[in-house]
């Protein structure tokens, strides 16, 4: 239970607890949707920071089995970087549109890389009509004068290309290692989300080479319909699955609206035709309580944390952790636990202050919580428990 309260005395926590039962009452959905937004951070934290190098404007890590990391710069730059916090730029890392919130996206590690040494980059790509959201697969070649990438091909482009931030560009890999998921932002254009011919605002599942899965929801239609996992999103920055199996997915919303949707194939997540949040302008958008028939987040923001990276805990450093989800706040500079009950529910479990915004997250194999700042001269920190040297 939230900190807050555990600190009031027994009547007044009974008498909250009373209210919420009453507002709930016996009409709220088996999904019920939670604001997280307001909860305040917990007073103290339970780990300590070491801020092992610097970047500049970083956008994702990946761990390495060895245990290094690969690190993107948003300008174009990656970086393969050991725990102690050295750094050697790779090589061969293609021209990418450093325009806004595009630039070089994310890094995800092959599920076979001890056999295949394959990385995967997302990115804006350039062109003459503004930008597309690029995937390309490579191989990491090492040597002791080099370190780059080789072979590297574009497997997915967006098309057309166009103007617009909210890229998107997550990747993540089926707990088998042998589906490839993408998240696709909206590029600042909502309606397209809603268009199953656009490859903006979904979910796309694709197999390790790019071709598409002949079991994707609408593998027969051809082209983004057959790519197409799940619809109507806005610009998901963070999708990873659970020890359970399970996806998850969290989408900056619009003025209020961030939202964590468990996703499941097919459906419909209801951006822009519905949302938790407001427009910028201030015009209201119906809420998603008032279509059901589009999938409704299981915890929503208002106001908003602005989340970025994704990763589920496991390991052995934070026990207590295990299976929850950590995420890391941009607009909260926080970073946000989510736990999830025996019926598989979410609820907000911890926000820690860092004090900056966090753009990433990623658990090492011994179980450290490494984060990744969001500035031009943003940290990597490596976040270990408090009560252990
Ligand atoms: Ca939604």
């Not at 932002?185 to 909502?190: L, T």
Request: proline content about 8%.
């Amino acid at each position: 239970m939230c900190v807050q309260s555990s600190r009031l005395p027994i009547s007044r926590r009974a008498a909250i607890a009373a209210v919420a039962l009453l507002a709930a009452g016996s009409q709220m959905p088996a999904t019920a949707q939670q604001n997280a937004g307001s909860r305040a951070p917990n007073p103290t934290k339970p780990f300590v920071e070491s801020a092992v190098a610097t970047f500049d404007s970083p956008w994702a890590l990946a761990f390495l089995p060895d245990g290094r990391m690969l690190v993107t710069e948003k300008a174009g730059r990656l970086f393969l970087v050991t725990q102690s916090g050295a750094k050697r730029q790779v090589d061969g890392v293609p021209q990418v549109a450093n325009v806004g919130q595009n630039g070089l996206l994310d890094v995800a590690v092959s599920p076979q890389f001890d056999r295949d040494r394959s990385v995967y980059l997302t990115y804006a790509e350039p062109g003459t009509q503004g930008s597309g959201l690029a995937l390309a697969l490579a191989r990491l070649g090492e040597n002791s004068g080099r370190v780059g990438l080789d072979s590297l091909r574009v497997i997915w482009r967006q098309l057309p290309k166009g103007s617009g931030g909210q890229p998107g560009g997550i990747i993540a890999f089926s707990p088998d290692g042998r589906h490839l998921f993408l998240t696709s932002g909206d590029r600042m254009r909502p309606a397209t989300a809603q268009d199953p011919d656009q490859a903006l605002g979904k979910v796309l599942r694709l197999n390790l080479d790019g071709s598409v899965p002949n079991d994707n929801p609408l593998a027969s239609q051809g082209g983004v319909r057959a790519q197409t996992w799940t619809t109507g999103h806005r610009n998901p920055y963070g999708l990873a699955f659970a020890p359970d199996g399970r996806l998850w997915l969290h989408e900056m919303g619009p003025l209020g609206g961030d939202e964590l949707n468990l996703i499941r194939p097919g459906l419909n997540y209801g951006w822009p035709l519905v949302s938790n949040g407001d427009n910028y302008d201030g015009t209201p958008i119906p809420n998603h309580s008032t279509r059901p028939e589009f999938e409704a987040p299981r915890i929503y923001w208002n106001p908003v944390i602005a989340p970025a990276g994704l990763a589920f805990y496991a390991g052995q450093a934070f026990p207590d952790f295990n299976g929850s989800a950590l995420i890391g706040g941009l607009r909260a500079q926080a970073l946000v636990r989510i736990a999830f009950d025996d019926d598989g529910r979410a609820r907000e479990a911890d926000r820690w202050d860092m004090g900056h915004r966090i753009r990433d997250v990623a658990v090492a194999r011994d179980g450290a919580i490494w984060l990744l700042e969001d500035s031009n001269e943003a940290r990597l920190l490596r976040l270990t428990p408090r009560s252990r040297p």
